[in-house]
């Protein structure tokens, strides 16, 4: 079983709403991931969290807005999406330190829909 | 300029068969680490395998295996007698020593087994 569990697993949200997927990590990591994956596409980084504090943010537009409130937990927030913004969005995990390459665990993602 | 190549978009073979998905690579670094992760049609990206640039030693899980050839930058991934529950895309991935957090992608190989 994924040791990265994300929430909803299946979201549907008009244009107008305002939503967030969830995540949680159970295996003490302290760097945390967004992707985001379209049909038929290797995942696309997004965010990366280190030690809580946001260090990548991949020229993502602004209505995803993502948060960090502590070591295990981080949350992605949804607001005025476009249908283009459909996507598997998948949360994920990692080391960090001394051992660059480190391993990253991802969880079972969230299948959003934008109507 | 770092890549990866798969460069088989779709594979097909009946139960039983073995089969070998291509992943070929290019990084100036001397440090790297590459990855192959399995993503079935639920949308978890299952890591399977990390192997660092160091490291040319063959690996065999069950019925898995990996052959990693710096010579010619390729580190392909086999199974053998496979089975329906393999049917997935299977992606591999390089992470160079000095991006951390990064991981570059191949296109993935969609694999079909038929039973």
């Known amino acids: 079983d994924t040791e990265v569990t994300q929430t909803p697993k299946h979201l549907v949200m008009g244009m107008t709403n305002k939503k967030s997927l969830k995540c949680e990590q159970h295996?003490?990591?302290?760097?945390m991931y967004w992707y985001k994956q379209k049909a038929k596409k290797p995942p696309e980084l997004m965010f990366v969290y280190s030690y809580e504090k946001l260090s990548i943010n991949e020229s993502v537009p602004s209505r995803f807005s993502p948060e960090c409130p502590n070591s295990s937990l981080l949350n992605l927030h949804l607001h005025a999406l476009q249908p283009e913004d459909s996507a598997l969005y998948l949360c994920?995990?990692?080391?960090?330190?001394?051992?660059?390459?480190?391993?990253?665990?991802f969880g079972e993602g969230s299948w959003l829909t934008v109507v | 300029a770092q890549k990866v190549t798969q460069a088989q978009t779709e594979i097909s073979v009946v139960e039983k068969e073995d089969v070998t998905l291509d992943c070929v690579y290019e990084?100036?670094?001397?440090?790297?680490?590459l990855f192959w992760y399995k993503q079935p049609p639920s949308g978890e990206l299952v890591f399977l395998i990390r192997r660092n640039s160091f490291d040319e030693q063959n690996e065999i899980s069950g019925r898995y295996s990996w052959n990693f050839q710096k010579s010619t930058s390729s580190f392909n991934f086999t199974i053998t007698a496979s089975q329906v529950v393999d049917s997935a895309v299977y992606f591999c991935?390089?992470?160079?020593?000095?991006?951390?957090?990064?991981?570059?992608w191949g296109a993935g190989t969609k694999l079909i087994i038929k039973p």
């Open positions: 991935a390089l992470s160079e020593a000095d991006s951390n957090y990064q991981l570059i």
């Open positions: 295996m003490g990591h302290r760097a």
């Open positions: 990084t100036r670094d001397t440090t790297y680490y």
């Open positions: 994920a995990s990692s080391d960090i330190g001394g051992r660059r390459g480190n391993t990253i665990y």
